[in-house]
Antibody, heavy 126, light 107 residues
Framework: EVQLVESGGGLVQPGGSLRLSCAASGFTFSDYWMHWVRQAPGKGLVWISRINTDESSTSYVDSVKGRYTISRDNARNTLYLQMNSLRAEDAAVYYC???????????????????WGKGTTVTVSS | DIQMTQSPSTLSASVGDRVIITCRASQSISSWLAWYQQKPGKAPKLLIYKASTLESGVPSRFSGGGSGTEFTLSISSLQPDDVATYYCQRYNSHPYTFGRGTKLEIK
């Protein structure tokens, strides 16, 4: 069964750090781009970051650039999100998601999210 | 950045009704659009990708259409299990923006 399981969430003080993990199973992890998406309480989904298969390319939403770092360990089938300088507005459920791809002959690959974990909750409060 | 505008934000319909949700992009995104369903307290679930391709296992009453800047998600005959919030998302370039969601309720 294809599965993603997030962990590492919890309560952290403003300005603190947290590292989230996402354990993948049931598929060849190293073949897929991976994403992080968050959802603040009662709010919509916000794409946060993505990483390609060999870590040579990453991308972030502006609100977390310079504070968050996405990484992966293909040998351990695990995706990470290092979150530093946390703010109250970073409090959310954080989901990891697998990026599957469409290919266009002229413009290359485009990645949508076809498998999602259940999420881990991050609370930022003093 | 390209913005995604969904409408309506809330929709109430009866079992058996045809339901249509609209998503508009502020610039053309070709067909690089996905639709997700999220039930309360659950993770999102992929319904449709590339604007109109139904994900495996998703009931055929769901369909997607459109290209460029105008897209639709249709449910041909609303079922009680379809109560959820629906999100569109563009994936043509970073950041992969989601719409604000449409909350679908049963009358």
């Amino acid at each position: 069964e294809v599965q993603l399981v997030e962990s590492g969430g919890g309560l952290v003080q403003p300005g603190g750090s947290l590292r989230l993990s996402c354990a993948a199973s049931g598929f060849t992890f190293s073949d897929y781009w991976m994403h992080w998406v968050r959802q603040a309480p009662g709010k919509g989904l916000v794409w946060i970051s993505r990483i390609n298969t060999d870590e040579s390319s990453t991308s972030y939403v502006d609100s977390v650039k310079g504070r968050y770092t996405i990484s992966r360990d293909n040998a351990r089938n695990t995706l990470y999100l290092q979150m530093n300088s946390l703010r109250a507005e970073d409090a959310a459920v954080y989901y990891c998601a697998r990026g599957n791809s469409n290919y266009h002959i002229l413009t290359g690959y485009y990645h949508y999210m076809d498998v999602w974990g259940k999420g881990t909750t991050v609370t930022v409060s003093s | 950045d390209i913005q995604m505008t969904q409408s309506p934000s809330t929709l109430s319909a009866s079992v058996g009704d045809r339901v249509i949700i609209t998503c508009r992009a502020s610039q053309s995104i070709s067909s690089w659009l996905a639709w997700y369903q999220q039930k309360p307290g659950k993770a999102p679930k992929l319904l449709i990708y590339k604007a109109s391709t139904l994900e495996s296992g998703v009931p055929s009453r769901f369909s997607g259409g459109g290209s460029g800047t105008e897209f639709t998600l249709s449910i041909s005959s609303l079922q009680p299990d379809d109560v959820a919030t629906y999100y569109c998302q563009r994936y043509n370039s970073h950041p992969y923006t989601f719409g604000r969601g449409t909350k679908l309720e049963i009358k």
